[in-house]
C-alpha cells in the first residue's frame, strides 16, 4: 500500500513540478480523519492540522495577490473576490483538475460514500497541500502554487466580469449603463406564518418585468430575481 502511495504521489510532484524534500509530509496531505479510526497504528496524524494552516497561508496569499494586481479596488471589494475565490467549491475544483482524490487514505465507509469526489474533502486536501508545499519549500513557492492552479484564470475571470458582486449590484450596474435607470423590485407575495414567511418578487427594468425571485427573505427574493434578470439580459 505505502509502495503504491509513493509512486503515486510522485507523479503528482512532477505534475505540480515541486520535488519534496519531506516525503512523510506530502503523504500526510492525502490522510483523511476517517481513515486513522480504521487503522489506529498508522504512523501518521490527519491532515485536519495542514488543513488549518493551509487556509491562512491561502488567506494570505489571496490579500498579496488582490493588493498588488488590483490597486484600484476598494477594501470592500478585496473581501468580496476573497470569499468568492476560496470558497469550498472552487478550491475542490482545483483539486479535481490535479486528481488530488486519487491519493487519499479514506476508511471503508468513505470510500463507500464517495469520499473521493466529496467537494469539503477536496477542499480540505487543496488546503492542506498548501501547506505542505509552505513548510517544505516555503511562502514564496507556495504562492506561485496557488497563482498557476487556482488565481490564474478564476480569479481574474471574476474580478474581470464583476463576479464578486451581489446579483443586485451587478443588475444595477447594467440598467445604468443600458438605461440609466435602477431596476425595481416589488413584492408580489408573502406566504406562510410570521416565523416562516416564503417572499416572492418580481423586478422591472426599463419598465418590464425581467426577473421572478423567491426567497425565506425579501432581501434573499431581491437576490434571487436579479439573478434571474441577470440571466434573461446575457443570453
Same mark, same amino acid.
Given at each position: ?12 510532484? /512532477?505534475?505540480?513540478?515541486? *520535488? ?30 495542514? /488543513?488549518?494552516?493551509? *487556509?491562512?497561508?491561502? $488567506? ?6 488582490? !493588493?498588488q ?10 473581501? *468580496?473576490?476573497?470569499? $468568492? ?11 479535481? /483538475? ?21 467537494? +469539503? ?19 514564496d513557492?507556495? !504562492? ?8 490564474? %484564470?478564476?480569479?481574474? !475571470? ?26 425595481? !423590485?416589488?413584492?408580489? %407575495? ?15 427594468v +426599463? ?14 427574493? /431581491?437576490? +434571487?430575481?436579479?439573478? +434571474?434578470a ?6
Amino acid at each position: 500500500m505505502i509502495q503504491t502511495m509513493e509512486k503515486n504521489l510522485s507523479r503528482l510532484e /512532477e505534475k505540480i513540478q515541486i *520535488d519534496f524534500k519531506n516525503k512523510e509530509l506530502l503523504r500526510n496531505v492525502f490522510v483523511h480523519r476517517s481513515y486513522l479510526n480504521e487503522n489506529r497504528e498508522f504512523e501518521l496524524p490527519s491532515n485536519e492540522k495542514l /488543513e488549518f494552516l493551509g *487556509d491562512s497561508v491561502l $488567506s494570505l496569499a489571496t490579500s498579496i495577490y488582490l !493588493y498588488q494586481k488590483y490597486a484600484h479596488l476598494q477594501e470592500g471589494d478585496y473581501t *468580496d473576490i476573497k470569499a $468568492s475565490i476560496v470558497r469550498t467549491e472552487s478550491l475542490a475544483e482545483v483539486a479535481r /483538475e490535479l486528481k488530488l482524490g486519487d491519493y487519499l487514505y479514506l476508511s471503508h465507509g468513505e470510500e463507500k460514500g464517495k469520499g473521493r469526489t466529496k467537494t +469539503n474533502i477536496l477542499a480540505d486536501v487543496f488546503e492542506a497541500l498548501i501547506a505542505a508545499i509552505f513548510i517544505d519549500q516555503g511562502f514564496d513557492r507556495a !504562492y506561485q502554487f496557488i497563482t498557476e492552479h487556482l488565481f490564474a %484564470e478564476r480569479l481574474d !475571470y471574476i474580478v474581470n466580469n464583476k463576479l464578486y458582486l451581489s446579483p443586485k449590484s451587478r443588475l444595477q450596474e447594467m440598467t445604468q449603463a443600458l438605461y440609466k435607470e435602477l431596476p425595481v !423590485y416589488e413584492l408580489i %407575495e408573502a406566504t406562510g406564518p410570521e416565523h416562516k414567511k416564503t417572499f416572492s418578487v418580481h423586478v422591472l427594468v +426599463n419598465g418590464e418585468i425581467k426577473g421572478k425571485g423567491v426567497g425565506k427573505s425579501k432581501k434573499q427574493a /431581491e437576490e +434571487n430575481a436579479a439573478q +434571474n434578470a441577470l440571466e434573461l439580459l446575457t443570453k
